[in-house]
């Protein structure tokens, strides 16, 4: 639930970030911006471009898996005069004043923070205003406000940047599928210059672009069973509910169809969900807010919130993060055309390992007061938190019982996702909190938010950190 915070707190630390950074640029200084690879990290480091792009400074973008020892000791060797880190940095200050003490350092980040403070350290995270991190605004917001601070009229057209972060950190898991908090004053902004439209319909992901029936098939969010990934089954289903997939030769999107075909849509594939076992709640998810960039072409898939979101993300998870950065800076050219070939290998990579976790009686563990999915060897690292999202939000675990997620880096380690419901969370339930308690029993460091989180371990601390976790919520919720 959205908290009421001090947003004229909030607004002093974000002119003060940007006061930093328009300093450093007048003068010429060199920038490192370092960001996440998931969609609001690219979405934040796109908005830091294009306003130190604007500002004519020199800088570099680089986007990491996490922020660790390794990845801030080649950062502090750089020799670079001003640090940006966004997306990440909040749950690492103590390490990045141990690195890059003495030097100017701005973090725009919104996960839960450490204490920490220095001299040289511009910091701006919602938790620190008494906003929701994990409601009210993401990282790609808080870099959207920084910008906006310049001029609102001359970057309200990073707007729709910002949603796309938002959206993509899943800050519309609401009732309503809306952004709220701060987040609505970004919309509102969209809305007011123009480049923002909402409408209330079915959220089918490719809801402009793609035939109905592969839509339908394209939606995981929730995983609708026999029909997510299958688009025969789903051509089928619409045929068998009388909905022509097509007009003559050329097939209808959603937003071909009438409200009447869409409310008739929605009656059958609610229908088919509950026979399915889905919960009310995730089927209730299907209906919510549907953010439209009337800046983009129709037909682009840059057109929808969601699957600009989805787009850009397969393209940090895919190790093309670039990719993702450029077309959030504007390119729609090149970029944006290996950003879309890159989205279909995505898919297929996404489906195999969802099978995997489906199919395998292996891929599942069952403890006391959490279900853990064993990828280590199995699942890619970089897409474990979209496998973790996806299963969590499916309507087909058990609410209150955390998912999490574990999967082998390429150096070895252990990376860890995890996932609960907004009723859980409503019952004291902080898996930031707890990951990073049980991270740091084994060697490790965690963190995150309160309904989503993550940790980096050492491989031979698996099973105390799973215990540790189990224990907590065991605590905390008592044991399914």
């Not at 500002?55 to 801030?72: H, T």
């Not at 009723?423 to 029993?441: C, Q, T």
């Amino acid at each position: 639930m959205s908290r009421e915070g001090d947003l004229e707190g909030f607004a002093k630390a974000v002119e003060e970030a940007f006061s930093k950074i328009f300093e450093h640029a007048k003068k010429g200084s060199y920038v490192r911006v370092t960001s996440h690879l998931d969609s609001d990290g690219l979405a934040a480091a796109g908005i830091v471009g294009c306003l130190l792009h604007s500002l004519d400074a020199s800088f570099c973008i680089r986007i990491e898996r996490q922020l660790d020892e390794e990845v801030l000791s080649s950062v502090s060797e750089e020799g670079a005069d001003l640090y940006i880190f966004t997306d990440c940095g909040s749950g690492y200050l103590d390490l990045i004043l141990e690195y890059l003490g003495g030097r100017d350092v701005v973090v725009l980040d919104h996960h839960q923070p450490v204490e920490a403070s220095g001299e040289k350290l511009w910091h701006v995270n919602p938790h620190l205003f008494g906003f929701d991190g994990a409601r009210d605004i993401s990282a790609s917001g808080v870099a959207y406000f920084v910008a906006r601070s310049a001029s609102p009229e001359e970057y309200v057209y990073l707007a729709p940047v910002a949603i796309v972060g938002a959206v993509g950190d899943m800050q519309d898991r609401n009732p309503e599928r809306e952004l709220r908090g701060l987040n609505k004053q970004i919309v509102e902004d969209g809305i007011r210059y123009g480049y923002v439209d909402v409408e209330k319909d079915l959220l089918l992901f490719g809801r402009e672009t793609r035939p109905v029936h592969v839509a339908l098939a394209s939606t995981t969010s929730p995983f609708m069973p026999g029909l997510s990934g299958e688009e025969d089954s789903c051509y089928a289903f619409l045929r068998s509910i009388g909905i022509d997939a097509y007009s003559g030769d050329r097939p209808r999107t959603l937003s071909d169809l009438s409200w009447d075909e869409k409310q008739k849509l929605f009656t059958e594939v609610v229908k088919y969900l509950v026979s399915k076992g889905v919960s009310s709640d995730s089927i209730l998810s299907l209906i919510g807010c549907a953010y439209t960039f009337l800046n983009e072409e129709r037909g682009s898939p840059l057109r929808d919130a969601r699957e600009f979101s989805a787009l850009i993300n397969s393209c940090g998870k895919m190790g093309k993060a670039g990719l993702g950065v450029a077309v959030c800076m504007g390119d729609r050219g090149s970029a944006l055309k290996e950003a879309m070939e890159t989205y279909s290998e995505y898919r297929r990579r996404i489906a195999k390992f969802l099978n995997w976790v489906v199919t395998d009686p292996g891929a599942r563990v069952h403890m006391q007061s959490i279900d853990v999915v064993r990828g280590e060897g199995v699942i890619d690292d970089r897409m474990l938190s979209t496998v973790a999202t996806i299963i969590s939000t499916s309507g087909l675990m058990d609410e209150m019982r955390p998912l999490i997620a574990l999967a082998r880096d390429e150096r070895g380690r252990i990376k860890v996702s995890a996932r609960t419901s907004p009723k859980a969370v409503s019952k004291g339930l902080n898996l930031g909190e707890i990951m990073n308690k049980a991270a740091s029993l084994v060697g490790g460091r965690g963190g995150g938010h309160d309904i989503a989180a993550g940790a980096n371990i050492p491989e031979g601390g698996v099973e105390e950190f799973l215990k540790a976790i189990d224990s907590m919520v065991k605590s905390t919720l008592g044991s399914s």
